[in-house]
């Protein structure tokens, strides 16, 4: 898959309309990017899946399942993405 | 191979099956032994409490670990059975101070942090009745429990309280104590912080005169129609706790025991608290969600033996690692493990080889049910498995395929092997439920014939293992929880654009099912995105995501019989392109 450059900002922006696309409920609160998501969110593992397959979606990154706990966060996961769709 | 690299080191020599023979143990069998096994309150009585904490204080394990708690950090917190006498001793005083009758209800809604051990021991102790709560639900499942249930205290946190608890507060007068775990010197109106509120109860005693049928557990379980019921369990199931712990789950005091489930679902207080506690093992609780690579490292750091878990988290591990390649599992050393078990719905037979490839110990699915208080079905560690099978009944459990008639009560059992049919009960176990809280007539359609009717669609075989078929109404099964479409689709019902809705579950690879609605709009909304999107977040703000639907369809109409009930099966049956079967029923079609 080709991937055209996206900042961080970019990409922190498209991991929050994922989420909200999963859990609309969170639509309407500001997410702190540091923010636990399963912890202070109440999401659980079926929306965390979810998302993360999204993510792949949007993003065009594999995403390992041994990786997801580096996605707890809003901002743990921009920096996760933004890594991972780095050139080589 | 992956087993040679998971047994490098020499396992310990193992324990002797606790059950040996099937049916010799079943041919011995005597609920009198069974009884006598419990040691009773001092003075006479029973209660689970003292079975499972106070009796060890005399038995030299005392100052064994009844508890290691896991935080979140996996830093550990060991609770002696001394250290949990002391505290549980405790949290009955502050009842009785609080002016708590016997037999009121005590909520919890937390997370596994040891406030919850302690509540839920505590309030049993005291003779008070403890209802536990799961955490993902939202305000409207809490509170529709909480009033079914007359609650008088609640043990939560300051987060859930505002956000799930204040907002309806006031409509329920009887909630008269709130008991907060972390509000330190503030806590809001009308709570109290529980620390605070514990710190000058004395830490011994406390114990009530409970009789074996005395109300001890209340834990809820949806309905395909109507309010969430609240099956009544009494302090005599605990005789069930401690036989199905030896022979299902073959506990032993030497073993450190995991059982994965929330307290919130009976399986994670039967097993989670009580079973494990009453044998006199080594408990482990992970105050954390699951993650694969955790789960490895406390198997492997906790020298976990038993493990129970549920098929979800089975499969989502299968993901890391099959019979070519270990993957991450040969990183770790879980030769410790001796027994794994799995239940909370059928564990599909790729996953009892999974095991057997990958982790050198296949899984012992068994089965069971809320309203049954402990395992009645089981694959024993002595006997062979039969992969996808529920097993054979536990010693003492008379289990049965029935054809029964609604309505006439006419109720045939069927003897030839591989017959489909509900799996029914002869009633007589010592955990069986006493009642659905303030419901009779619906507890007595449990029962016909003297059978109780478990509602689940099974076929026994000629060796006399059950199979598990599907459920005989509209239950969904989500993640190993039950889920009833009534709550769903109240919720629905409530938002001002739905006419009607359905929900029924789909399935989904790792869940097992997941739950969809069907919606038809009131004359003149249309349906487009941002509606199906304001219609997610309004059902999850209200139920959490446990019991949320996952996903929204629009309907013009939605399929009704002539009496006007959704045809939820149908719709089901259509969703999966399976036969639509009998249609006699239908009045008016889906649009």
């Not at chain 2, 191979?1 to 023979?21: E, F, I, S, V």
């Not at chain 2, 296949?362 to 049954?372: A, K, R, S, V």
Request: charged share 25%; hydrophobic share 45%.
């Amino acid at each position: 898959m080709t991937t055209h450059p996206l900042s961080r900002e970019a990409i922190l922006a498209i991991a929050l309309e994922a989420l909200t696309r999963v859990a609309p409920d969170l639509a309407d609160e500001s997410i702190a990017p540091d923010a636990d998501l399963r912890e202070d969110y109440d999401l659980d593992s079926m929306d965390f899946l979810n998302w993360v397959a999204a993510l792949h979606e949007r993003l065009g990154v594999d995403i390992p399942e041994l990786d997801y706990p580096k996605l707890a966060t809003l901002g743990a996961a921009a920096d996760y993405l933004l890594q991972a769709r780095a050139p080589e | 191979m992956a087993c040679k690299t998971l047994h490098n080191t020499a396992p310990p020599p193992w324990p002797a099956a606790n059950l040996g023979d099937y049916a010799q143990a079943c041919a011995g069998f005597s609920w009198d032994r069974a009884r006598a096994a419990l040691s009773g309150s001092p003075g006479g009585g029973l209660n689970i409490a003292f079975e499972a904490v106070d009796r060890h204080l005399d038995d030299g394990l005392a100052d064994k670990t009844a508890i290691r708690w896991l935080g979140k950090d996996l830093t550990p917190l060991d609770l002696s059975y001394r250290a949990l006498a002391a505290r549980t001793s405790r949290f009955a005083h502050l009842l009785e101070r609080l002016g708590v009758a016997p037999g009121e209800r005590v909520f919890s809604l937390l997370g596994r942090v040891p406030a919850l051990y302690v509540a839920a021991l505590g309030s049993l102790k005291a003779g008070r009745v403890f209802s536990p709560l799961f955490s993902a639900f939202g305000p409207e499942p809490v509170r529709a429990r909480m009033t079914i249930g007359d609650a008088r205290v609640l043990v939560t946190t300051s987060a859930w309280y505002r956000r799930k608890v204040a907002p309806w507060r006031t409509q329920l007068p009887g909630l008269a104590h709130v008991l907060l775990t972390d509000a330190g010197d503030d806590p809001p109106p009308g709570t109290l912080d529980l620390e605070r509120a514990l710190a000058d109860c004395p830490d011994h005693g406390g114990l009530a005169h409970t009789r074996p049928g005395d109300m001890a557990l209340l834990h809820f379980t949806s309905g395909t129609t109507g309010r969430p019921k609240g099956a009544v369990h009494v302090h005599e199931a605990v005789v069930m706790h401690r036989l199905t712990g030896l022979l299902a789950l073959d506990l032993h005091p030497q073993d450190t025991f995991w059982c994965t489930a929330d307290p919130g679902w009976v399986t994670g207080t039967s097993y989670g608290i009580i079973a494990p506690l009453v044998l006199g093992t080594t408990m482990i609780v992970d105050a954390a969600e699951m993650d694969p690579v955790r789960w490895l490292g406390i198997l492997q750091d906790q020298r976990v033996t038993v493990w129970y878990t549920a098929p979800t988290a089975i499969r989502m591990l299968m993901k890391l690692a099959d019979r070519d390649n270990p993957g991450i599992f040969a990183d770790y050393d879980l030769s410790r493990l001796r027994f794994a078990a799995s239940v909370g719905e059928p564990l599909n037979p790729e996953a009892v080889a999974w095991g057997r490839d990958v982790l050198g110990l296949p899984f012992h699915d068994n089965w069971w049910q809320t309203e049954t208080g402990g395992i009645m079905i089981a694959n024993y560690r002595s006997q062979p498995i039969k992969p996808g099978a529920m097993g054979r009944p536990l010693p003492g459990v008379e289990a049965a395929i029935v054809r029964h008639v609604r309505g006439s009560g006419a109720l045939s059992v069927l003897d030839t092997p591989d017959t489909p049919g509900q799996l029914a009960l002869r009633p007589g176990w010592p955990s069986m439920f006493r009642g659905y809280l303030h419901e009779p007539a619906r507890y007595a359609k449990c029962f016909a014939d003297g059978w109780y009717l478990t509602g689940d669609l099974a076929k026994r075989d000629a060796d006399g293992y059950f199979w598990f078929l599907g459920r005989a109404d509209d239950m969904i099964k989500s993640a190993g929880h039950l889920i009833g479409p009534f709550e769903v689709e109240s919720a629905l019902l409530e938002h001002d654009a739905v006419a009607e809705a359905a929900a029924i579950g789909i399935p989904e690879p790792t869940a097992g099912e997941i739950v969809k609605a069907l919606v038809a709009l009131k004359p003149g909304v249309s349906a487009d995105e941002d509606l199906r999107r304001a219609l997610l977040a309004h059902a999850r703000k209200r139920l959490g995501p446990a019991v949320a639907p996952r996903v929204i369809d629009f309907r013009t109409n939605l399929p009704k019989t002539r009496s006007g009930k959704i045809m939820r099966r149908l719709l089901r049956a259509r969703e999966l392109d399976l036969p639509e079967g009998d249609l006699s029923t239908l009045e008016s079609d889906e649009q």
